[in-house]
Structure formats: C-alpha cells, structure tokens
C-alpha cells in the first residue's frame, strides 16, 4: 500500500502560481511513477502531469510551458508547480502513483491515489 497526501490548494487570482506538494509514504517512493490528475464539476478526471521513476516528464498540451511536475525520492515527494494560472485550471487536483513504467494517462491504470486538494482560480 502506498499513501498519498496532497497539499498546497488553494484560492489565486489568473496569472498567478501555486505549488502543489504529495507526500507519500508506505512502499517505497522510488518504484512508482507518480502523475498529477484534477477533475473539474461536472467533467471526467483528467491527466495533468507525470514523472517517470527516472525523471522523465509529460504533460498534457493545455498546461505545457506553465506547470513543472518534479519528485524529490529523498523527501518522498511529488511537486507540481503551476504558474500563470487560469480560471480554466479551477479543479481538484490529485496526485496518483503508477507500478508500471509505461507512460499512461488513464486513471484507471494508476494503483493509488490521494485525496484531492482544490485549485480555485478566479478571474
């Protein structure tokens, strides 16, 4: 089992940056690939970012340029960092942890996942 937390939510004005933080513990960190989700009212759950175990990232197109994911194994930590924000990137935001190192977007195919923490940017 692997517990996930994420952290670092919040209310932001569009332009502006947060940074999100998922702490795990349980198994160890290092083996999973680890990817960013968020989920708006009303819509599917979708993939925002991941990191390989090796430090390979992707992201989705609509975020590239402005959100970094980035892992610190030492910390047992997944970060995203989301700059010039937009009411577009209102959702909850989750972080998930993957045992296979083929690249997947589905959440569906990822084996843990956290709580959620909410990204509310106004306009």
């Known amino acids: 089992q692997v517990q996930l937390v994420e952290s670092g939510g919040g209310l932001v004005q569009a332009g502006g940056s947060l940074r999100l933080s998922c702490a795990a513990s349980g198994r160890t960190f290092s083996n999973y690939a680890m990817g960013w989700f968020r989920q708006a009212p009303g819509k599917e759950r979708e993939f925002v970012a991941r990191?390989?175990?090796?430090?390979?990232?992707h992201y989705v197109e609509s975020v590239k340029g402005r959100f970094t994911i980035s892992r610190d194994n030492a910390k047992n930590t997944v970060y995203l960092q989301m700059n010039s924000l937009k009411p577009e990137d209102t959702a909850v935001y989750y972080c998930a942890a993957d045992s296979s190192p083929v690249f997947r977007t589905t959440p569906r195919t990822y084996d843990y996942w956290g709580q959620g923490t909410q990204v509310a940017v106004s306009s």
């Open positions: 990191i390989s175990r090796s430090g390979t990232t």
